[in-house]
């Protein structure tokens, strides 16, 4: 009996997670990942933020910014550009006479213009700002989506070898009735096939175990995992204007209002800029004569550009009108996904205790079924039947204890809550 309590207490108790650590997989094929008690989710999150490809384009965004600071900070509205002009004789005629012009322009600020460029200038760097923030939020919910990918397969796997375990022991015990002739050889045959039927599964589970391990190396580009991070349910119980995606997009919108102000300035044909120019003529009118010198001012300035500049105004307004679009449609996404996620959180707890007291009945139903297969009052088939029952129970329990802690993570991640 020694034997049969051992195997209940198994099943009943649970073996530990660290059972099989140590114990050489089932198959060749192994991606290397050490779990770290020091690492926590937001140390898994900042690192993969920095290896991110994503990550480029905030960069690119602060660099546009600072670019735009540097344009709206300038005292002239463009480069200043010297000119110089030489006319002489006509080929063949030695008259003497000669003209020189030189001249400088400055490109002038329209009136409101350097304030709509320090318009779009503030705008984009809220918007790097912002989308900072947002991408860690992404990255969040990839780092929290491929951690408890891998949870649930580590699961799945240590149950398939628990499980394999406990049908390893009854095949056993079955051997050496089967020798001493209490029960036929059929019986040892079929304890056989489930055994070999619960490795080849144990086999599938490790072959998912090592692919999230994969999924996992080449999202974060790291070979440590927590060991721990589960998380606290956040007390946000709405979408709000801070949520990180909402506050890009709009600062993307604002950033757009900005530069279609800024459009109304450009044209897609000629040149609708002020220019004012200070220069000097000289001119020599013969042989010999007196150079004459002299000072040039010039004023541009332009009018009637509504016309060539309506394209790049309808332009922008298009952009502006997609970036209002795509907020309502975030917004409305979000709105979804949180009552998704309310109820998946609901519906876990829900599941969790269900298993949990199915797990109980079946384990004290196949401790009696063992009872009565030892005292040969059941045959093998009944007893494979109730541990079948007792098995897929444990599997159930220990998949929603995993996906109630996996839906505390995602309704974190849809309310906006960094780690």
């Not at 400088?104 to 760097?125: D, E, N, P, S």
């Not at 070898?161 to 019986?187: F, I, S, Y």
């Not at 004012?276 to 550009?305: K, Y």
């Amino acid at each position: 009996m020694g034997i049969v309590t051992a195997w209940i207490m198994v099943l009943l108790m649970g073996w530990s997670a660290s059972v099989y650590a140590e114990e050489a997989l089932l198959m060749p094929h192994h991606d290397e990942l050490t779990y770290d008690p020091a690492l926590t989710l937001g140390d898994v999150v900042a690192a993969t933020e920095k290896v991110y490809p994503r990550s480029h384009l905030v960069s690119a965004l602060e660099e546009e910014s600072s670019a735009w600071r540097k344009r709206a900070g300038g005292l002239l509205a463009g480069p200043v550009m010297l000119g110089a002009t030489y006319s002489g004789d006509q080929v063949g005629d030695d008259t003497g006479q000669w003209s020189i012009d030189t001249d400088l322009t400055f490109m002038i600020w329209k009136w409101g213009q350097r304030a709509a460029a320090k318009q779009v200038a503030g705008q984009a760097v809220r918007y790097a700002q912002a989308y900072r923030r947002a991408l860690k939020l992404q990255v969040a919910g990839l780092v929290r989506e491929a951690l408890w990918d891998l949870q649930m397969k580590k699961v799945d796997y240590e149950t398939a070898r628990n499980v394999l375990a406990v049908n390893q022991q009854l095949t056993d015990v079955v051997r050496k009735r089967v020798e001493a002739g209490d029960l036929p050889r059929t019986d040892l045959l079929l304890a056989q096939t489930h055994l070999l039927q619960r490795r080849s599964e144990a086999v599938a589970a490790e072959a998912e175990w090592m692919h999230a391990r994969r999924r996992y190396l080449n999202l974060t580009r790291m070979d440590r995992a927590p060991a721990s991070f589960a998380e606290t349910l956040t007390d946000r119980k709405a979408i709000g204007l801070d949520h990180p995606l909402l506050a890009a997009i709009t600062a993307k919108l604002e950033e757009e209002k900005a530069r279609a102000e800024w459009t109304k300035f450009e044209s897609d044909t000629g040149n609708q800029q002020v220019y004012f120019t200070v220069g000097s003529h000289h001119e020599h009118t013969e042989r010999g004569g007196q150079t004459i010198n002299g000072m040039v001012a010039n004023l541009t300035l332009p009018f009637g550009g509504g016309t060539y500049q309506a394209p790049n105004i309808a332009s922008a307004r298009t952009a502006l009108a997609e970036a209002e679009a795509e907020r309502g449609d975030l917004f409305r996404r979000l709105e979804r996904d949180l009552h998704e996620a309310r109820h998946a959180l609901e519906i876990a707890r829900v599941q969790k205790q269900q298993a949990e007291a199915r797990h109980q009945l079946a384990a004290e139903n196949l401790a009696l079924g063992r009872k009565a297969f030892e005292a040969g009052e059941m045959n093998l088939i009944d007893l494979l039947k109730i541990q079948l029952l007792a098995q897929e129970a444990q599997r159930d329990l220990e998949a929603w204890r995993v996906k109630a802690k996996s839906a505390v993570a995602q309704y974190n991640q849809t309310v906006g809550e960094l780690p």
